[in-house]
């Protein structure tokens, strides 16, 4: 029995306990929810649906929780339910009901953990997004592993998402990325306040390789060149380098079409429809601060020139009218200060920024060898890069390291922890219950050990502590899923594989042999066994695909 299963049991009691005594059904939720106990030793499950239906109906809780206890004694599954304090139930099941999950599990396979909980919701999520003047760093890298992670996290509970990476080829940084090519392919100095490293080199050569004329030319339009030329090679790297690592966004969107299809006109006309945009000095600005912004925006300088926060109010005007009813963007801990102009202009466009507006801060992040962090990229010269993380401790460790920790936290990546083949390395220890799971499949189809057909499947033979636990964790895993996507926190998927699921397969394993000694006769409860040791790995190897991460087989 799923803990869906049994919170539908529990609100069919409650129905049954409200005709009885005529009670008014009007107060009955839709749905309820069971949740696990703190302390194992008070069941398997509790609710505290007769805490919250008590004043409603005016019955006192432990009145309401005795009649429900009753209702619930009589369904099957149920082994027993206690009140406790002002009435929750605690409420036990039966080996056979527990133990029935494991087949639920194995028969919906990739589908397990899935929902409909965000079903309707359509949502953009914007992540990465580096400017392509060299190689992604690593704290892009970060946004790479949560964003990528969190969007196979709504799909699975049911919203409609687009993945974005919005980049632009104009501006200050192009220009000095463009000097610092044109200076390179001269063999001079790197300009003042521009891009170093080998990478600045190696794209110099590329243009000039494809553009072998580009020193003939004047200055200015070798430039235009450099920064033509360049920004290709450098955006095209950059999206290599995201797919070597496993992100593949649905939509790249360039900074220059909101200006070539007069995008920045369009939102300062329904701006100025909207009343808040004014002019002073020759500028137009946006007024910002009737929505708690710090201060007035301008949108157009003095000079006519577009300013960047003018390219933000158009692109995300153009999310909305893409039909996204919530913009979700993954920001640097830099761009902190940035939330409250945001959320503003959403306020400006008549929108509700709690609703339509979510902004994420995802914090630094250090790769450290032997203890101290690591400040320079062999290639890039001044940051450390995706190529030089997965290099360190390869894709895998990576995607997880990055999405195993809340985003709002900073974060230490020790290269010698996360290559080391030990339980301590968490990477390690989650995939090593993929690959036990499978070898122990492989083992038992060795000695004529098959799960068998499901109608023979014999679950109340699932009746060790051990079991149990592993059972309920598994059970958590629909749960998890749906409140990570809720939350936008990752993270907890990785550490409910190795706090619940790992470490309860460890001691189920160390406790319940699966397969057969030597000549020993094959059982049903061996077969039992053999289901929840599937099920496991399923549910391993589904949660590790929602981060990203591989599920091997062998190790």
Not at 9 to 26: E, I, S
Not at 56 to 65: I, Q, S, T, W
Request: hydrophobic share 40%; charged share 25%; net charge negative.
């Amino acid at each position: 029995m799923t803990p869906a299963e049994l919170a539908s049991v529990v609100l069919t009691a409650a129905h049954a306990v409200f005709t009885g005594r005529g009670l008014d059904h009007a107060a009955l939720p839709e749905r309820t929810v069971v949740e696990r106990p703190r302390n194992p030793e008070h069941g398997d499950y509790a609710s505290t649906l007769a805490l919250q239906l008590s004043k409603k109906v005016g019955v006192p809780p432990r009145e309401l929780a005795s009649a429900l206890a009753d209702e619930l004694g009589r369904a099957p599954g149920i082994k027993s339910v206690e009140i406790a304090g002002p009435g929750f139930l605690n409420i036990r099941l039966d080996a056979a009901a527990a133990g029935q999950l494991a087949r639920v599990i194995v028969e919906a396979g990739a589908e397990y953990g899935r929902s409909d909980r965000l079903a309707g919701e359509k949502i953009n999520l914007e992540f990465v997004s580096a400017n392509p003047t060299g190689p992604v760093h690593i704290g892009g890298v970060r946004w790479a592993a949560v964003g990528d992670a969190l969007s196979r996290l709504l799909r699975a509970t049911g919203a409609d998402v687009g993945t974005e990476y919005y980049f632009n080829d104009a501006g200050s940084q192009i220009d000095r990325f463009a000097q610092s090519l044109l200076a390179a392919a001269k063999g001079e100095a790197v300009p003042e306040n521009g891009y170093g490293g080998a990478y600045i080199a190696e794209i110099a050569g590329e243009v000039r390789a494809r553009r072998p004329d580009v020193l003939d030319l004047d200055d200015a339009a070798a430039q235009e060149v450099f920064r033509v030329e360049g920004v290709a090679l450098m955006f095209d790297e950059i999206r290599s380098s995201l797919r070597d690592f496993g992100v593949e966004f649905d939509t790249y969107f360039n900074e220059k079409d909101l200006h070539d299809r007069g995008e920045l006109d369009l939102a300062l006309a329904r701006l100025r429809e909207q009343g808040h945009l004014y002019e002073s000095e020759g500028a137009t600005w946006l007024r910002t601060t009737d929505f708690g912004d710090d201060k007035d925006r301008v949108l157009r300088k003095s000079n006519g020139e577009w300013t960047y926060f003018a390219a933000d109010c158009a692109y995300y005007l153009d999310k909305r009218e893409r039909g996204f009813e919530r913009v979700v963007i993954m920001l640097g801990a830099d761009h902190h200060g940035y939330i409250g102009r945001m959320k503003a202009m959403a306020a400006c466009f008549g929108d509700d920024p709690e609703r339509n507006l979510e902004i994420l801060i995802g914090q630094l992040v250090n790769l450290l060898r032997d203890g101290a962090p690591m400040r320079m990229s062999k290639r890039a010269g001044t940051v450390i890069t995706l190529e030089d993380l997965v290099e360190a401790i390869g894709v895998d460790a990576s995607r997880y390291a990055l999405a195993r920790y809340s985003s709002d936290s900073p974060i230490d990546i020790d290269i010698e922890l996360w290559t080391r083949a030990t339980r301590d390395n968490p990477v390690y220890y989650v995939q090593y219950v993929a690959a036990r799971t499978a070898g122990v499949a492989r083992n038992a189809a060795e000695v004529g050990l098959v799960p068998g057909d499901a109608d023979a499947f014999r679950p109340e033979l699932l009746e060790h502590e051990k079991e149990n636990e592993l059972l309920k964790a598994l059970a958590e895993f629909p749960a998890v899923v749906a409140t990570a996507a809720e939350l936008r926190e990752p993270h907890r998927v990785a550490r409910y594989l190795e706090e619940n699921v790992a470490a309860s397969y460890h001691r189920f394993y160390d406790n319940c042999r699966v397969l057969p000694l030597g000549d020993e006769e094959v059982t049903d409860l061996h077969r039992a066994r053999l289901w929840l040791n599937n099920a496991t790995r399923t549910v391993i190897a589904n949660g590790l695909r929602l981060l990203g991460v591989s599920a091997p087989e062998r190790m």
